[in-house]
């Protein structure tokens, strides 16, 4: 079983200012990371995925997130962010096995982040 | 890019009424639904996995005779909320999955207020 740690519940932030969301993992086995955003009353968008290779990953709208495997962390940064990027941010992880009859394995989300811009 | 189409976006019912909501795969085929459930301003908790063709597994708590799981074919989920009470209101996320591709797609979620 795996589980997922987003530390900041809220993240404030001014706009032009960098930030970086938090996200610490716990598995036995090796996995996959996602990093999702949702605007209010919609489904989640993909930001950017880990699954192999290097081990920094660029997303969509200027994010990107490094995998630390010794730190069991894969944080979210952006240099500089917008007003528009005010939203909340999940963290989830998938271990890597498929199920034992082919099925896709279940994402398990943090708790999420919420960030806000500020003008 | 996979798009899952979700509907309805929000739905009011009246409590003891039963409420289906659709999701659809719009061009791909989804081997897997994953039915999440969010309350307000938490994480979103799995309900389910279906699969296409196979009755869903349900996670520890959730009651399968109240949230029924249809994964008839590889484009088209639904999850139908039976004798819906108050406390059933909340915001409903499929995701699909496709082997062919290592991505979770997810729906716009529906708003559902039982009064």
Redesign the interface.
């Known amino acids: 079983a795996q589980s997922v740690t987003q530390l900041d519940s809220q993240v404030p932030v001014f706009e032009e200012a960098p930030v970086e969301l938090r996200c610490n993992y716990s598995s036995s086995v090796s996995v996959?990371l996602?990093w999702?955003v949702q605007y209010p009353?919609?489904?989640?968008?993909?930001l950017l995925?880990y699954?192999s290779g290097s081990t920094l990953v660029k997303g969509i709208n200027g994010f990107e997130a490094e995998f630390n495997k010794s730190q069991t962390s894969f944080h979210l940064r952006k240099p500089s962010v917008h007003i528009s990027d005010t939203a909340e941010y999940?963290c989830a992880v998938s271990d890597q096995s498929?199920g034992s009859?082919?099925?896709?394995r279940?994402?398990t989300?943090?708790?999420?982040t919420?960030l806000t811009v500020l003008p | 890019g996979a798009v899952?189409s979700?509907h309805p976006?929000r739905v009011i019912c009246k409590s003891g009424t039963s409420v289906k909501i659709e999701c659809r795969s719009l061009d791909f085929q989804a081997?897997?639904m994953?039915w999440y459930r969010q309350f307000p301003?938490?994480?979103?908790m799995?309900m389910a996995?279906s699969?296409e063709g196979?009755k869903a597994t349900y996670e520890q708590g959730v009651e399968k005779d109240k949230f029924l799981i249809n994964h008839a074919s590889l484009t088209l989920s639904t999850l139908t909320v039976t004798s819906a009470h108050p406390e059933d209101s909340s915001?409903y996320?499929c995701?699909a999955?496709t082997?062919a591709n290592?991505?979770?797609?997810?729906?716009?979620?529906t708003?559902l207020t039982v009064v």
Do not use: D, H, M, P
């Not at chain 1, 989300?109 to 999420?112: D, E, R, T, V």
């Not at chain 2, 301003?41 to 979103?44: F, N």
């Not at chain 2, 290592?102 to 979620?109: D, E, H, I, L, R």
């Open positions: 996959y996602f999702y009353n919609q489904g989640l968008q993909l995925k699954l999940f498929e009859s082919g099925s896709a279940q994402l989300f943090g708790s999420g919420q | 899952v979700q976006s081997t897997t994953f301003k938490q994480s979103l799995l996995t699969n196979s915001f996320i995701s999955r082997r290592y991505g979770y797609t997810f729906g716009s979620g708003r």
